[in-house]
């Protein structure tokens, strides 16, 4: 098959009819357009253009091909265009997906303000706490939490989580407060994703760390349920300090164990390649790298 490029400056060539308009056009020597038309006519078996010293003719092969090669060029420079456009701009289809942690209003109102703010943008937001596969299931962008197991996409460091042991005054009155993680086993606690209401939650202080065995009255997937059943009292919650920050701050929450912490939990946005990111993607993860996030800390 004739090489594309040849195929390209020839129609070029055929379009203005002359080598230099289309050495212009092409931003080509003269003599290299020429060796490109004449390199496709070989190939070919076919003259394709008349030379004289005053003007430059096409064959009936010549008009042929051209006629039937036009058309896809066209189409071609149109895809090309479309590609370069969308690198350039933020448009198009923008695939993300969240685990079910981040399915709820705060999230939405950040979708709505980015999609506010890049209205040639649409989102297919997919909410769920499967790793999917970014090739296989054409993923721009997913947001996770804690270690990353495939080494092989490109993750950004977006914030960090770090988990408090809170609980109401109401809660503590007439109680005893835990002054080791071990006495936490004996209390009433509100879980996150809690099997057969019970939970194994993870602590650290320093060095130092431990995991207990915690159960209680309700638990769910969602942190909004949790810190809520932990601020009516139901019991000791582990919530994000964004969660419970000001209200520890004005009262309405007291931070037991004070030493001890959850691990701090990364969140990453990961997708496929660091090379050519598209507009729409770009665009994105600078909004959510700007966004305050009830569920992280900002990394400084």
Known sequence: MADLNDIAVFAKVAQFESFSRAAHALGMPVSTVSRKVSALEEQLGVTLLQRTTRKLTLTSQG???????????????????????????????????????MGQEPFYDFISSFLKAFPQIQVDLVVTNVFLDLIAENVDVAIRFGELQDSSIIAQRIGKSVRYVVATPGYLGGRDRPAKPEDLARHRCVLMNGRNNEAEWHLVNGRRAVKIQVSGPIASRDFQAVSAF???????????????????????????????????IFVHAVYQTRRFLPAKLQAFLDALKAWKSPLWIKLR
Do not use: F, M, N
């Open 230 to 264: 932990t601020y009516k009292g139901h019991g000791i919650g582990l919530l994000p300090s964004t969660y419970c920050d000001e209200r520890i701050e004005s009262g309405e929450l007291v931070r037991l164990l004070p030493d001890w912490s959850s691990p701090e």
């Open 63 to 101: 008009r042929a091909y051209y006629q039937q090669c036009s058309e896809p060029l066209v189409q071609l420079e149109d895809a090309e265009r479309v590609l370069v456009q969308a690198q350039r701009r933020p448009e198009g289809l923008l695939r993300i997906s969240v685990p079910v942690i």
